[in-house]
């Protein structure tokens, strides 16, 4: 859902751009310090329209409407265009999931809680041990 709604703000600012991008990635960088999601459409456009890509990321950062879900956005050298979330929707999103996942009410359901215990019959060894750390929840 976070990726889609930066997604599409990205997609409007090219338009207003100019830049005439088929395909936009949008991903996770590797390090924190980028960013929660980067792109590097500038990089891959800015041969076609004869810019610097700097410049190109600028320019597309400078088209970006305003959002609630970016807390700020950054451009690195050769070209990338980072985006911050803001905390107020990564709780959001947090809230969102939760309500999904656990907020349903499981009235008149039997939970059944597994889990693992060594067998005395037998040596333990590495394989034993998932299921004598983590326990199993089904709901029935």
Partial sequence: MIR???LSLLLDALKKSGVDAKEVI???PADPEH??????VALVSAK???????????EIKDALPQD???AKVT??????INFFL?????????QRVNSETHGKKKA??????????PNTHKVPHIGHLFSYIFAKFLVV
């Avoid at 960013?35 to 590097?40: F, H, K, L, Q």
Wanted: glycine residues 8%; without cysteine; neutral net charge.
């Fill in 108 to 117: 008149g359901k039997t939970i059944l809680l597994e889990y693992g215990q």
């Fill in 68 to 70: 609630d879900l970016i």
């Fill in 35 to 40: 960013g929660d999601y980067s792109t590097n």
């Fill in 75 to 80: 451009v690195e050298k050769p070209g990338f």
């Fill in 4 to 6: 889609d709604k930066i």
């Fill in 86 to 94: 803001s905390d107020k929707a990564l709780l959001k999103e947090l």
């Fill in 26 to 28: 949008l991903q996770h």
């Fill in 48 to 58: 076609k329209l004869k810019k610097q890509p700097v410049a190109l990321a600028e």
